[in-house]
């Protein structure tokens, strides 16, 4: 019993001093740990020229749309398209039966052939009658009616003439050929079925080579944007750069110009029909889809950008950990502009050559050193994409520069910095 306890009480020592080096060996680690400075992801604030833009939605539409109807009456022989194809200026579309119409032509071309037969009869009785009159073989009364005769052959000559004009151009007609270039609907009629002039229905074709967008402006916008304009003319040709995104897009993916203006504004909205061009050579849009579109509302102007996760809160403001001297973090608040391209506009509180913490805020505190990590605040693909997406911004005059226009109603508008 005693050995048993003598060896208990061992046991116990040897727990105590295992378990107060560990302690200590924990108190040492952690002691280490406090000096460490933290290792944090730093980057290079990006500075961008930017420009402010103005969003709006709208409509696309066709600038050219044709309702395709029969000219002539008859039944459709075949039906020459596919239903939504893209189809040239001049394809033939329908065919209506030629058969009565042909009929009508060849009728008319022997009727003119009679005529002109008695038209030669009649012009040699009227020359032999003045040669008889010279002789006073006949009297005048004769021979002004040979002449009378022949005028009237004459006249059947060119109304039969001007029929057959007609029944050919009616057989024409029957072939239905397409008006212009662009994307044609599903066939209304089809083979067999008999269609009336200038009534029924065929089918309608877009033109798709180039859409309008039709959009409404608020007036501190028209006033922007008609003097970035000189003149009328100008701004047939004008090149106020717009981009255009889809409702599935999240940036734009369109580029377009402004080129119409309506003359005047709708009191009661006060708004102004704006429209802007684009082209479509692939296809892809079609009239009546829903489009936003961004107008330029300043000139370029150099922008702080920098990650949306660099920014920090604290109660309502907004900072960033600049990165100093020696590795000591400072804390700086700014003021914030929208987004862009991932990415955030600083509208005050950074300057160019800084460098801020994007990552590991949590780990670094306003005074601390940090052990920093460089990496790139952006992609050469996005910082590509700004680039060419404000590259066509031209100079606004200097009198609107500084224009700041009171506030108008509008639904559906947003101040953006870029697309």
Not at 44 to 53: E, F, K, R, S
Not at 365 to 374: D, F, L, S
């Amino acid at each position: 019993m005693r050995i048993s306890s003598s060896n208990s009480i061992k046991h116990a020592l040897a727990l105590v001093a295992v378990s107060t080096l560990s302690a200590c060996g924990q108190s040492e680690q952690g002691a280490t740990a406090e000096q460490s400075p933290p290792v944090v992801s730093v980057a290079d604030v990006v500075v961008q020229p930017l420009a402010d833009w103005d969003e709006f939605s709208g409509r696309l539409q066709a600038p050219e749309s044709v309702e395709l109807r029969p000219r002539v009456s008859g039944h459709i022989d075949r039906v020459l398209f596919r239903d939504g194809s893209l189809v040239k200026k001049g394809d033939l579309l329908f065919q209506i039966d030629p058969r009565p119409f042909q009929a009508e032509v060849d009728r008319l071309d022997a009727q003119l052939q009679q005529a002109r037969a008695r038209q030669t009869r009649a012009a040699s009785e009227a020359q032999r009658g003045e040669k008889l009159r010279a002789n006073q073989a006949i009297s005048a009364e004769l021979a002004d009616a040979r002449k009378t005769a022949y005028q009237e052959a004459s006249s059947a000559v060119a109304a039969t003439r001007a029929q057959l004009e007609a029944a050919r151009l009616n057989l024409s007609f029957t072939r239905i050929t397409a008006p212009i270039d662009g994307r044609i609907s599903r066939a209304q009629v089809t083979a067999g079925n008999l269609v009336n002039e200038r009534a029924t229905l065929l089918t309608t074709i877009v033109g798709t080579k180039e859409l309008h967008a039709y959009f409404d402006i608020d007036e501190a916008t028209y006033l922007k944007q008609v003097r970035r304009i000189p003149s009328e003319k100008a701004l047939a040709h004008s090149r106020v750069p717009v981009h255009l995104a889809l409702s599935t897009d999240e940036r734009p993916a369109y580029e377009g110009r402004l080129d119409f203006l309506d003359n005047q504004v709708d009191p009661r909205t006060g708004t102004l029909q704006a429209r802007a061009v684009i082209d479509n050579g692939a296809n892809e849009l079609t009239p009546g889809l829903y489009v936003r579109l961004q107008l330029p509302a300043s000139d370029l102007y150099p922008a702080m950008l920098v990650r949306d996760e660099a920014i920090g809160t604290d109660l309502g403001n907004r900072f960033v950990l600049v990165l100093g001297k020696d590795a000591v973090v400072s804390y700086r608040a700014v003021r914030l502009g929208p987004k862009v391209e991932g990415l955030r506009v600083i509208r005050e509180g950074l300057q160019e050559g800084e460098r801020i913490l994007v990552n590991g805020l949590q780990r670094a505190r306003p005074g601390a050193r940090v052990t920093p990590e460089q990496v790139a605040m952006a992609t050469d693909e996005v910082l590509a994409r700004l680039t060419r997406l404000n590259t066509s911004i031209e100079p606004m005059p200097i009198a609107l520069q500084d224009y700041e226009p009171t506030p108008v109603a509008q639904q559906g508008r947003e101040r953006r910095t870029s697309p």
